[in-house]
């Protein structure tokens, strides 16, 4: 194969692995969804703007950076687990009957879910979860 077709065909490749990322990942796939509509939800003044959720992201995230055991930590990774399965279950209501603009908030409300399972992820003992990006 010339060296053209093959660095043609290696750059399909990337664009179909990123593709498959995107459309595996529950929160890539709504914000590229929401993208396809006009609705950039990455955009930085994309931000939680209920107060309830807020409490509700702060709390989770203190949780984190208190919890002191691995027993601690699964019980958090468990409730964030159902808050994320609820999230993408509105997302897939919203999409299935094209309420983009309720698809935008959930997918807000689930990018800080995301977030927190990387916290629960990233934590080690006595230093939480480390930062939350918004």
């Not at 590229?32 to 807020?54: A, M, R």
């Not at 603009?101 to 003992?125: D, H, P, T, V």
Request: aromatic residues 6%.
């Amino acid at each position: 194969m010339p060296a053209n077709q093959k660095r043609h065909a290696e750059g399909l490749s990337s664009l179909i692995n990123e593709a498959y990322r995107t459309l595996q990942d529950p929160l890539k796939r709504a914000q590229y969804l929401l993208l396809q509509h006009g609705i950039d939800v990455e955009d930085e003044s994309s931000k939680l703007s209920g107060g309830e959720l807020l409490m509700e992201v702060m709390e989770a995230r203190e949780a984190v950076e208190e919890a002191e055991n691995e027993e601690d930590l699964s019980l958090l990774k468990a409730e964030n687990g159902e808050r994320i399965a609820e999230s993408v279950g509105v997302l897939d209501l919203a999409f299935a009957s094209g309420e983009w603009e309720a698809a935008a908030r959930e997918a807000i409300r689930l990018r800080y879910w995301k977030n927190i399972e990387e916290s629960i992820q990233g934590w080690e003992k006595g230093k939480g979860g480390g930062a939350i990006h918004h």
